[in-house]
């Protein structure tokens, strides 16, 4: 099993919502971008199925990738 990291996390967003990775930033709205609720469980599964230790209610509560990295790098320290 692969560790998530930032930046694929970044990866994983941008191809969800058909951007470049260059066009998502740490701290951007990303429901101001596109990303709805369905698109949001997906990534959520997807990153629970590499590991992260995460629900869709904490993603949902404040949509940016920094804090969502927040939540993923913790349960990664977490786990290690």
Sequence with gaps: MTA???ESMRADIAR???ES???IQDDD???DLGLDSMRLMKLASQW???GASLEFADLAA???LAH???IVAGSQTRDA
């Design 4 to 6: 998530l990291s930032l």
């Design 16 to 18: 969800i919502l058909h």
């Design 21 to 23: 990775p260059a066009d």
């Design 29 to 31: 709205n990303l429901m």
């Design 48 to 50: 629970r199925e590499a």
């Design 62 to 64: 404040h949509a940016t």
């Design 68 to 70: 969502w990295w927040t």
